[in-house]
């Protein structure tokens, strides 16, 4: 039996309303990652995010044991982040969500913006305040940390997401605590994939990590 | 390297198996495969906006009519596209379940001392259909419009260049990646013998994506310089096609538009 972190909101779940007031939410901090990508990687380096994006959704595919015999998979929002800086990392994983859905069949066409809202701004923008926050305490701890909080924060969006709307029966006082607290727990597994990951790039990759070099991939790398 | 890790090999073939259906179902002659792709795109979203705007099980099940109709027209076969969209509204039916017995409303029937009531069961059942509608219209835009296609819609929409870039340079080295990736399970796999135990299927997976990540990188590192070895220009759009719209593509739009308003219509009134 797999078990897979997943939080992609299908259509049904959402009002229309909510729905465009995720994709406005959305599309603002997609596009204000677009305008500072642009401004940092010239135009010829922009592919070059694509090839890391490719890595980052196919790493989601491997299943990592947990408890009970089951298995987890990576998000990786947080680690986009760590790696990438806050708005390379939004486009990574805009591109990983949109994929997702309109070649996988994940979520829904009206629940994109929702969906890119948890997963590519929020698990994204969480991961990395944290990471940042924390480095200075505890590199690896700080992964952890960052891990765990950002996809907790992303199924907080979607909590309310989903307990603001009409179309689905439970209210906020519910969706919230059960995305939450739900997530809390099983975001413990994507805390310790983020630490463990972060901590083999790091050791093999130095120059890669945060803060040591730039605040986004190395130079190197040409990100 | 056997157990839980090993079976990403599964994860990653079900994926593939996925994505090559689809494209096999997209290179059929049909009504949707015919559409441009940004009139496909904009109008089963129309579509999708029309079913999540509707509170009624007799439009939500016109809309599932339209679906099966466009399916037929698209020569998507329906055992796919029903098996695609099903695991969905099942598990959502399990999650508004409660809502049977906790809705008020008049007793349909009485059992271990809790009352289900019939505005609770017609909720239950709207919601299923609802997520079930949806769920098949995203697959039918899934299975009938190829990926390169949706990324050109996407630049003629407008969407920035570079974010386009960014998706559609993801979408053409995943696959590659997933082989790589299979390739490195697989091989470990063959080289180990027994099942692992929980801390060793962490050690095994962590030396995995780690060892996978950061060829990955290796692998961006060298498309970059390559690309500036040839200057870093980028065509203005990936996969740029003109096509012009026909009439079929105004009448998809049309209906699109007849559903939006008609929802609404049958929802708040005039």
Redesign the interface.
């Known amino acids: 039996m797999?078990r897979q972190i997943r939080m992609h909101i299908?259509?049904?779940?959402?009002?229309?309303w909510v729905?465009g007031l995720l994709w406005l939410g959305s599309g603002v901090a997609?596009?204000l990652a677009?305008r500072r990508?642009?401004d940092e990687?010239?135009?010829?380096?922009?592919?070059?995010?694509?090839?890391?994006?490719?890595?980052?959704?196919?790493?989601q595919?491997?299943?990592?044991?947990?408890?009970g015999?089951?298995?987890a998979h990576?998000v990786g929002g947080a680690f986009a982040g760590m790696l990438l800086g806050p708005s390379l990392g939004v486009?990574?994983m805009?591109?990983?969500v949109?994929?997702q859905?309109?070649?996988?069949?994940d979520?829904?066409?009206?629940?994109l913006g929702g969906n890119l809202f948890a997963m590519a701004v929020v698990d994204v923008l969480v991961g990395y305040a944290l990471f940042r926050a924390l480095r200075g305490v505890h590199e690896t701890g700080a992964a952890f940390v960052a891990g765990w909080g950002a996809i907790t924060a992303a199924a907080l969006a979607v909590g309310v997401g989903v307990g603001l709307s009409s179309?689905?029966?439970?209210e906020l006082s519910v969706t919230v605590p059960i995305m939450v607290v739900g997530h809390a727990l099983l975001g413990l597994v994507e805390g310790?994939?983020t630490a463990?990951?972060y901590?083999?790039?790091a050791n093999?990759?130095p120059d890669?990590v945060l803060g040591r070099g730039d605040d986004s991939?190395s130079l190197?790398?040409?990100? | 390297m056997t157990g839980v890790v090993g079976r990403s090999v599964e994860s990653i073939t079900g994926a593939l198996r996925t994505v090559f259906t689809a494209e096999q179902v997209a290179s059929a002659d049909g009504l949707l495969q015919r559409r441009d792709p940004r009139v496909a795109v904009c109008s089963v979203a129309g579509l999708a906006l029309a079913v999540m705007i509707t509170r009624t099980i007799a439009v939500t099940l016109c809309f599932g009519a339209v679906t099966v109709i466009l399916a037929r027209l698209s020569a998507v076969p329906l055992r796919r596209l029903l098996a695609r969209s099903l695991a969905v509204p099942l598990v959502s039916a399990v999650i508004v379940l409660p809502q049977v017995v906790v809705l008020p409303g008049d007793t349909l029937v009485r059992a271990f001392g809790l009352s289900v009531t019939v505005d609770g069961v017609a909720y239950v059942v709207l919601f299923t259909l609802r997520v079930g509608v949806g769920v098949a219209l995203l697959s039918l835009i899934v299975m009938t419009t190829p990926f390169s296609a949706v990324v050109a819609a996407m630049r003629e929409l407008h969407v920035p260049v570079a974010l386009v870039w960014v998706i559609a340079v993801t979408y053409r080295y995943l696959f590659l990646f997933f082989d790589e990736l299979q390739r490195l399970v697989l091989a470990r796999n063959s080289r180990t013998t027994g099942r692992s135990s929980l801390r060793g299927g962490w050690r095994d997976a962590k030396r995995l994506v780690g060892t996978f990540l950061l060829r990955t990188l290796d692998r961006g590192e060298r498309v970059g310089r390559a690309m500036q070895a040839r200057g870093g220009a980028r065509p203005p759009s990936p996969y740029s096609r003109s096509r012009t719209v026909d009439r079929g593509d105004y009448a998809l739009v049309a209906l699109a538009v007849i559903a939006v308003v008609g929802s609404g219509v049958v929802r708040w009134g005039l």
């Open positions: 797999t299908p259509d049904g779940f959402l009002d229309p729905a997609i596009g677009v990508a642009r990687l010239g135009d010829e380096r922009t592919p070059l995010l694509g090839v890391v994006a490719a890595g980052i959704f196919a790493a595919m491997l299943n990592w044991p947990i408890p015999g089951t298995s990576f486009l990574a805009t591109a990983v949109t994929i859905a309109l070649v996988f069949g979520g829904g066409i009206i629940a179309a689905f029966s439970y310790a994939i463990a990951v901590g083999y790039v093999a990759r890669l991939l190197e790398v040409g990100l």
